[in-house]
């Protein structure tokens, strides 16, 4: 449940912010956007299941004694936690009124991103491509 939780908040998330990047550029409908926006709740719901499915990925491969967790395992998925926290603290303080701490964790947040896609091909969140490519290659090859 814990890796369908981090599945799925990622799927919510880039789907709120491919819909934001078109309602601001496409639309020129600027922020903020009132809490009871339909897509702010998804993005609420999906920020809240990738700090919980990230911290259960955690909590259950550090009971895991019989394998070993390399460093790159422990840095994913403190890198996924990162990124949960800074997003819904960056709305927090924004919300609170406090602009610089907002701007500073958004900052941090956005570093958050970066790294993650930086690392994306030495991780193991590479599956989603190899195997996305592998299963299409099996379909088209008629495998």
Not at 24 to 30: A, C, G, K, T
Not at 52 to 62: D, V
């Amino acid at each position: 449940t814990a890796h369908l939780m981090v599945f799925y908040s990622f799927i919510g998330l880039f789907i709120v912010t491919n819909i934001f990047f078109v309602v601001l550029y496409v639309f020129q409908i600027h922020g903020p956007y009132s809490q009871l926006n339909p897509v702010k709740w998804l993005a609420n719901v999906s920020g809240v299941a990738l700090i919980i499915g990230s911290i259960l990925m955690i909590k259950n491969r550090m009971a895991r004694t019989d394998q070993s967790t390399s460093y790159k395992d422990l840095y994913l998925l403190g890198l996924v936690l990162g990124l949960g926290l800074t997003g819904m603290l960056t709305e927090m303080t924004r919300l609170a009124g406090a602009a610089g701490l907002s701007y500073i964790l958004y900052f941090v947040h956005l570093v958050f991103v970066f790294n993650l896609f930086a690392f994306l091909p030495f991780s193991k969140l590479a599956h989603l491509v190899y195997r996305t490519v592998a299963m299409a290659y099996a379909e088209y090859a008629n495998r």
